[in-house]
């Protein structure tokens, strides 16, 4: 009897805890699809500045870099304290944020600095929001849901990749930049109201977690004594770092202004690829959450980099029109849900609750850390290196002219060419490291019987 009503106790507490999910899920992805549409509208405003693909990625790098600066702070904070609290601080501090942009475009007093400063503070910001609501949502779910939950969040995050261009384009088109910050205002209070009305429980402990406690330094050094252990966790990270270096270098860093090279700015087929992009990756999670199983997650991630890097930038970088550019960005964003989520549910399934906040945090420094390099790099290599190399008459156009065309984006067509190999070559060496091949079976899940363990005590 005292079984069958500690069964119902623990279902009504996972129904409860999917709702607070869904209600606080919902409201971030309203809030993202408002903050797109101003990161989308912002980079628009940003490249007809200047018309450099070094400014625009610039936009990039002071994204990133607080972020990487901001984590490790974080990670510990939100260990300690409420992490409900850590996300409504965070979202309140990014709509002043908004509202201060929101003025200065109003004044006419806006300036490329001012664009760079507000995105350097939502990465800071998501150093905390980030790993807040991974770490909320192994709380609030059980442990045999957490690939599929795992699966709706990346539904819900390509939604806004297809929204976010779309609406913002529309807007930006009927009403200016202005008008996209007061649709991003709104959708900010949509979430936060949200957030006030749920409450996140506590995670319960674990002597790992509880390693250092006190200390910043010493809680952030059980954490590294935890992934110093556990290898496989840590060299994943290793690999998803190096995989999002390859990300930073085109698809992040230029494929915007290629697409405006190539088109002569054309904004609406821009905000096209980025749609079809967000609508592949909502493709590829809605097939992670139907055939996504608890085993061979490290098969499914190293596959899918693999496939999305050798199939699709391939494509991407050696289309010059719109017709190859939505197939590139279909093959690319399909395979790409396959690795985030594998990877995010073996960290969900192997750290104890109560050290994912440090773990997360570490986990988002790590991938992140060479974003920034990669933004800079990408500017430069896009306009001092390839895109001179790619026009007609250029050291490179010879040779790759007759497959990447010559003139305005070419050369940064050129820089997909790297990047597909090397991130290609990335996931196969992963695969064959035993560390990360036998992640799933090496290190046990903390799940249900870590719980009643920590319950009976």
């Known amino acids: 009897m005292a079984s069958s009503s500690l069964s119902t106790a623990r279902a009504r507490a996972s129904a409860s805890g999917l709702r607070i999910f869904l209600a606080i899920f919902i409201g971030q992805i309203v809030s993202l699809t408002g903050s797109g549409m101003t990161r989308f509208a912002l980079l628009i405003w940003a490249y007809d500045q200047t018309r450099s693909a070094s400014t625009v990625a610039l936009l990039g790098f002071f994204t990133f870099l607080p972020l990487v600066i901001f984590s490790p702070i974080a ?25 201060v942009l929101l003025l200065l475009y109003a004044d006419g007093a806006l ?57 913002g384009a529309l807007v930006m088109g009927f009403g200016g930049l202005r008008a ?3 649709i991003d205002l709104i959708t900010f209070l949509a979430a936060y109201v949200t957030l006030m009305l749920v409450r996140v429980p506590a995670p319960t402990t674990s002597a790992a977690g509880q390693a250092g406690r006190g200390s910043w330094r010493g809680e952030f050094a059980g954490a590294i004594a935890y992934l110093r252990a556990h290898r496989g966790l840590f ?12 990300a930073s270098l085109t698809y992040l860093g230029v494929m915007p202004t290629m697409i405006l090279a190539r088109t002569g700015g054309d904004e609406t087929t ?36 693999a496939l999305s890097f050798l199939l699709g930038d391939l494509l991407m970088g050696a289309s010059q029109a ?9 093959v690319t964003e399909f395979f790409i849900p396959f690795m985030f989520n594998a990877q995010r549910t073996i960290l969900a399934n192997k750290v104890p609750p109560d050290l994912q906040g440090r773990v997360f945090a570490i986990d988002s420094t790590m991938r992140e850390s060479l974003i920034p390099v990669g933004y800079l790099l990408a500017g430069f290599l896009a306009d001092r290196v390839f895109e001179p190399a790619m026009m007609p008459g250029g050291s490179l156009a010879p040779i790759f002219g007759g497959i990447w065309g010559t003139g305005p984006g070419a050369g940064m067509g050129l820089m997909y060419l790297f990047t597909a190999l090397a991130g290609t070559l990335i996931c196969i060496v992963a695969y064959l490291i035993p560390a990360i091949r036998h992640i799933e079976t090496d290190i046990p899940d903390y799940g249900v019987d870590d719980i009643r363990a920590n319950e009976s005590t």
């Open 75 to 99: 990670g510990v904070l939100i260990d300690r304290w409420d992490r409900r609290l850590v996300l409504l601080v965070a979202d309140g501090l990014a709509g002043i944020g908004t509202v």
């Open 111 to 167: 300036q490329l600095w001012h664009a760079f400063a507000y995105v350097g503070m939502t990465g800071a910001l998501d150093a905390f929001q980030t790993p807040a609501f991974s770490a909320a949502v192994t709380v609030l779910t059980p442990p045999s849901q957490r690939g599929r939950i795992n699966g709706l969040r990346t539904v819900g995050f390509s939604l806004t990749r297809i929204l976010a261009p779309a609406l």
């Open 180 to 182: 996209v910050i007061a």
């Open 235 to 246: 060299y994943i990270m290793v690999i998803f770092t190096a995989v999002n270096f390859m």
């Open 270 to 305: 821009l905000a096209i690829v980025q749609g079809t992009i967000g609508a592949a990756a909502l493709v590829g999670a809605v097939a992670v959450t139907l055939w996504i199983k608890g085993a061979r997650l490290v098969l499914w991630m190293v596959v899918g980099g």
């Open 322 to 330: 719109l017709p190859g550019w939505i197939i590139a960005a279909c």
